[in-house]
Structure formats: structure tokens, C-alpha cells
């Protein structure tokens, strides 16, 4: 391969045009015609038919008693909480996205953030145990960028402490553990289907559980929390999933297997691609797990690599290459978790991993040969690194 120079050093850069940290991986439009036509004749336009039919499909794929579909994961993540009945404190990771946070805030409870493990990114068992307290009533744990979490050690600490225990399982539809399928550990499973994910209905959640009572309260809580007489239980949502979504999920949980077979080759080609270099390293699969690459993450050692993360963030978006700091700032630092609705001890893990985690693109139908661009351009920007350095910040 013939040396190529960085786009910050003035080389050409590595795309043409943009290419995006994800994209939707959607049937044609074609595929769904029938479906939609029928539909849009019948009139039953949401949470009806086809529905019933993309629940029963999921329950089926996960092996989950009850599948819950609704309008999105947050107000899954809401009304499983509300539907619990809990009070006091949440513990959950401050290495997440905004949403298990905010959800946990919404339902009215207070957040307890707890350190992660820097190698696997998801909540430390050991130190869940450690934060609880009289006041906790639920640990909500989340599996990483489709990384199971250690959920039998969870379970057993919830069970332990007689604690509830929830998944914020966004990125984990069709994760394993120990060969069972993420969405059947704990009290429940909530997943998201919207475009970022594996699955995608535009917009929707799934709240799995094996719980009778607790996907009955759900389902009345997508619908104000009214069981069908107007003498409502608890204050719910309106949060009901359009039929339109269903048939557009049921689609594309046809093709979750062959999907994840993809994301595991490119990130594959990644790892094989950049192994080798100086102070960049992968987030480690928790043993016994099988992770979706929902996203695949890398970390940056500012001193090895020669550059830290946010240099070469910069230099990959003047290659056309488009990456996500995910999760940065995390929780604890955003503004919205600077007052009292959370508390918590050091995170140092939490801090050292989202100062130097960078997001590659992926999604199901990126070619192979995109991945090696991404790689090659990365190993330009190490071999020029001192160079670059100067160049994004006008010092040596
Ligand atoms: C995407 C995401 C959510 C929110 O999902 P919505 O369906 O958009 O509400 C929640 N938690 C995590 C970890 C996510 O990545």
C-alpha cells in the first residue's frame, strides 16, 4: 500500500463525501408496501395488529414471557420504574447515555452513580454492592455498546439486598450471556429500536420481562396508566407504538442474526488493523458474552499514541471520517446532573475511559473495505503524529 499523508497535513482526505458514525440498516420500501397499504385502509393505525404481531416476534426471539412494545426506550425505561412502584435510590453507570439517567430522574427517584469496570465499560458488580444503602430500591444496570453485563453476579446482589433490577438493554438486542439471550435477566429488559440501533422501527422501545403484573402495568402505562374503565392506577404515559413502526420492526428484526454476523467482521477488520499500534485498545467482551457492536469503541493512550483522542477526533473529521465520543462528557459532568438529583463517590474509571473512548463508524450494511479506509487513516495519523499534533494545535 503506497504511503498516504493526513488531510490535516494537507493530503487528500480518506472520503469524498462524509462518512457517518451510523446509518440505519432499513428495507426497501418496496418490502413493506403491502403491509403499510393494509394498514393505512384499516384505520387501525397504532398499537394494534401489527403490534400484537412484532411483540409476539420479539418475545419469541428473546425467550421472554412478555414483550411490551412502546414509543420509545426512555419511556420504557420511565414506566417500568413507575410501574414498580419504587422510591428512594437508583444505582446506575454515569458511562451511559443521557436517557437511563433522565428516565430514573422522571420517575421521580434519585440516582446513585457507581464506577464501571475499565476494561468491559459496564457497571462493577463489586462496587454496585458496595453503594447500597437503605435508601436504594433498584440497581439499573446498562450492557454497553451491546456488551452483556456480568448479569448473574447482578441478579445475585439484587436478590441478595432485595433490590429490583432493570437493563437499559438500548444497545443489546441480540447480545448473549452465557448462551442465553439478553432480555430475560432481572426484573426487565428495556431495548430501543430507534435508527442508531440494530433494530429499527423510526422510533420504539420493548419492555421484556418474565413478570405477569409488571408488562401488565406497563401496557396500561403506555396508555395514561387507564386499565380500560378511566379510573386510572398511576399516573402513566401516552406512549404507544404506531402500527407503521411495527411493521418497519418486524422487518428488521428478520435480519438482526445476519446483522450482527456483519458488525462481528468489521469489527474483526478493526481489530486486526489496529492491534498493533501503540496505545490504541478495545473495549474487552465480558466472558461468556456475545456483543451486538451496537458501537465499536476504541480507547486512546494520549502518551503512546501520540496524540489524544479529541486530536485525533479532529484529524479523522478532516479525513471524512465521522467518530463519536461516546459516552463524554458522562453523567456526573453534564449539566443537567450538576443539583441534587444524583450522588456519588470518585469514578475514576468512569473519567479515564470516557476522556479517551472514540467511536468508529459501523453499521450492518458498511462494506468491509470502508472499515480498512477508517484503519489506514487512523495509521497515517499515528505515523504523522507529532506533525499533526502541531498542526491542530499550533505547538509542538
Ligand atoms: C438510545 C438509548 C436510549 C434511548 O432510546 P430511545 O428509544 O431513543 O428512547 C436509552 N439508553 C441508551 C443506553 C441508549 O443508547
Redesign the pocket.
Known amino acids: 500500500m503506497h504511503e498516504r499523508k493526513p488531510a490535516v497535513l494537507g493530503g487528500e482526505p480518506s472520503f469524498k463525501t462524509i462518512l457517518p458514525i451510523t446509518r440505519p440498516t432499513i428495507p426497501r420500501l418496496d418490502e413493506l408496501e403491502n403491509d403499510l397499504r393494509e394498514c393505512f385502509c384499516s384505520g387501525m393505525i397504532t398499537d394494534s395488529k401489527n403490534v400484537r404481531k412484532f411483540e409476539e416476534a420479539v418475545a419469541r426471539y428473546l425467550g421472554v414471557r412478555y414483550a411490551v412494545a412502546l414509543s ?6 420511565m414506566l417500568t420504574l413507575k410501574a414498580l412502584d419504587l422510591e428512594g435510590e437508583v444505582i446506575a453507570p454515569s458511562f ?2 443521557s ?2 439517567g433522565h ?1 430514573i430522574v422522571w420517575a421521580g427517584l434519585k440516582i446513585r452513580f457507581v464506577d464501571i469496570n475499565p476494561k468491559t465499560f459496564n457497571l462493577d458488580p463489586e462496587k454496585v454492592e458496595e453503594a447500597i444503602t437503605g435508601q436504594t430500591s433498584a440497581i439499573m444496570a ?1 450492557h ?1 455498546f451491546g456488551n452483556p453485563c456480568e448479569a448473574d453476579r447482578l441478579e445475585e446482589i439484587a436478590r441478595k439486598h432485595g433490590l429490583k433490577l432493570i437493563f ?1 438493554s ?2 443489546a438486542l441480540g447480545s448473549l450471556y452465557n448462551g442465553r439471550k439478553i432480555g430475560s435477566f432481572g426484573d426487565a429488559e428495556v431495548f ?3 435508527p ?2 440494530l433494530v429499527v422501527a423510526a ?3 420493548i419492555v421484556a420481562t418474565n413478570n405477569e403484573e409488571l408488562a401488565r402495568r406497563v401496557k396500561i402505562g403506555k396508555n395514561y396508566g387507564n386499565p380500560g374503565d378511566y379510573n386510572c392506577e398511576f399516573p402513566g404515559l401516552s406512549a404507544r407504538m404506531p402500527e407503521f413502526n411495527a411493521i418497519l420492526g418486524l422487518k428488521t428484526l428478520e435480519k438482526l442474526e445476519e446483522n450482527i454476523a456483519k458488525r462481528h467482521e468489521i469489527a474483526k477488520a478493526y481489530k486486526e488493523g489496529l492491534s498493533d499500534l501503540p496505545g490504541i485498545s478495545f473495549q474487552e467482551i465480558t466472558p461468556g458474552g456475545r456483543t451486538t457492536y ?1 458501537d465499536f469503541a476504541i480507547l486512546v493512550d494520549p502518551e503512546e499514541f501520540g496524540l489524544d483522542r479529541d486530536d485525533l477526533c479532529k484529524a479523522l473529521e478532516a479525513e471524512n471520517i465521522m467518530t463519536r465520543r461516546y459516552f463524554f462528557p458522562p453523567l456526573h459532568k453534564q449539566k443537567a446532573y450538576q443539583n441534587k438529583s444524583s450522588t456519588y463517590d470518585d469514578l475514576p474509571n468512569t473519567d479515564f475511559v470516557s476522556k479517551r473512548v472514540l467511536c468508529l463508524p459501523i453499521f450492518s450494511h458498511m462494506p468491509l473495505k470502508v472499515a480498512e479506509q477508517v484503519v489506514a487513516a487512523i495509521r497515517a495519523i499515528h505515523k504523522y503524529a507529532p506533525r499533526v499534533r502541531k498542526a491542530l494545535t499550533g505547538s509542538g
Open positions: 420509545c426506550c426512555t419511556d420504557g425505561l451511559t447515555f436517557a437511563t428516565a446498562v454497553i437499559d438500548a444497545h430501543s429500536l430507534s442508531t440501533k422510533e420504539g422501545g451496537k
